[in-house]
């Protein structure tokens, strides 16, 4: 990642079907990220530590977000995730401080641990009818533990809540 310290903004070319882990770890000068329709998976921790991202434009087939892949991302301040979603990995979006805005995708079967972990600026969500289950592997934090949430809403048509969904929420 240090060569390339001083890039401000991705493009990917369409055809490109994924995003490779820690591809842009710790590129701190990174701005803007665009995702073509043909990615379907953000690998692991593929934009961890990049401070300074803003924005990220998503394709329209993204399916999974996996651990880590905008962790620390503490500039990122509204992220608008596809329908095509499914799966956000643990430690998706864990620490990003300014988070105040994010979708959960109307798709969305599992948020894993600690997704939102201390996002101290996210105050509300929305929570899909589609979501089934979180990792609920022994004594793990919950998706939105230490964030800053004080207003939930669940999807109409919601029949269960996902175990440990909310575990440790302050």
């Not at 620390?72 to 979603?85: A, H, I, M, R, Y």
């Not at 499914?86 to 948020?111: H, M, V």
């Not at 899909?128 to 109409?156: C, H, I, R």
């Amino acid at each position: 990642a240090a060569l390339l310290s001083g890039l401000k903004e991705v493009k990917f070319e369409e055809g490109t079907t994924q995003i490779a882990e820690r591809l842009f770890k710790d590129c701190a000068a990174l701005e803007d990220v665009i995702i073509p329709d043909s990615v379907t998976e953000i690998e692991t921790e593929a934009f961890y530590k990049c401070t300074g991202l803003k924005s990220v434009e998503f394709g329209k087939n993204v399916e999974v977000i996996w651990n880590g892949a905008f962790r620390e991302c503490t500039g990122l301040v509204q992220v608008e995730l596809p329908d095509t979603v499914t799966r956000i990995e643990q430690d998706a979006f864990a620490g990003d401080t300014a988070l105040n805005k994010i979708n959960l995708p109307s798709g969305l079967t599992y948020l894993g641990h600690s997704a939102f972990w201390s996002c101290t600026s996210l105050t509300e969500i929305e929570i899909p009818a589609s979501l089934e289950k979180t990792a609920n592997e022994y004594d793990y934090t919950g998706p939105f533990a230490q964030s800053g949430l004080k207003e939930v809403t669940f999807e109409e048509g919601t029949f269960q809540i996902a175990e440990r969904l909310f575990k440790d929420c302050a």
